[in-house]
């Protein structure tokens, strides 16, 4: 009888131990877990643009000093910007690995919602004719399909690729101003290079002009940066110039 009581309580007391050993078995990897969180961030998006229901569904909470800009302008900056940094990862090869089913869905999800961002009958076309803040989401668009090109850009019907080469070369009205928003421009023109094969500008076009002097001017600036980076190896005792000069 004791030496069923002794092996009763060695089991208890091995009940804990057994189920920490199961939950260290479930931990998943740096990769599921990252791939679990886009995916969360993505679907909700994702599922309901498809479905031309994302401006209905997805509510705004303006701040008290919004500028008066028409706020539809936020969907935009939330699909453009969401597929900028998605495009990658959904466009590798599929697989039926738990990760291969979720970008299949998403990319499935995507292809709809681009179709839906450019059609003037969706309930989800998004806002081309706003000025400015429309160029730089815009451009979160195109390096989407920059980065995703065979499998984002390429699958769409031929009246979205119109839809998206007129809206996009209508953004030529915008003169963008002279810091970081020529990048914006700039990656626009990129991407039109790519599926119409012609030279969108000449030398002397004055777009072109700006461009070419304000990347030139990036390109110097980042120089500097190089060699002021240099400098903080040299002198790693210099506190300033390391405070001032992280990046």
Request: glycine share 4%.
């Amino acid at each position: 009888m004791n030496r069923r009581v002794t092996y009763l309580l060695v089991f208890c007391l091995m009940i804990p131990t057994l189920a920490i050993a199961t939950k260290k078995r479930e931990i998943k990897n740096d990769r599921q877990v990252w791939c679990e969180i886009m995916y969360r961030m993505a679907a909700p998006v994702l599922s309901h643009m498809s479905e031309g229901k994302l401006q209905e569904n997805m509510e705004l909470e303006l701040s008290p000093t919004w500028d008066g800009r028409d706020k539809k302008v936020s969907y935009m900056e939330c699909f453009g910007r969401l597929m900028a940094g998605l495009a990658p990862w959904i466009s590798l090869p599929e697989d039926d690995t738990a990760e291969g089913r979720q970008r299949s869905q998403l990319r499935e999800w995507a292809l709809s919602s681009y179709k839906n961002a450019v059609d003037p009958e969706s309930p989800d076309y998004l806002l081309w004719d706003e000025n400015f803040q429309t160029l730089v989401d815009a451009a979160y668009v195109a390096e989407s399909f920059l980065r995703g090109y065979e499998s984002l850009w390429l699958p769409l019907d031929p009246v979205t690729k119109e839809r998206y080469i007129k809206e996009f070369t209508g953004l030529r009205r915008i003169d963008p101003l002279y810091t970081n928003w020529l990048l914006f421009t700039a990656t626009i023109e990129t991407f039109l290079k790519k599926p119409m094969q012609i030279r969108i500008f000449t030398a002397s076009t004055p777009l072109y002009v700006k461009l070419m002097s304000g990347m030139w001017e990036m390109a110097g600036i980042r120089m500097v940066r190089a060699l002021l980076s240099t400098i903080t190896i040299v002198l790693p005792s210099n506190r300033c110039i390391l405070n001032v000069w992280k990046y």
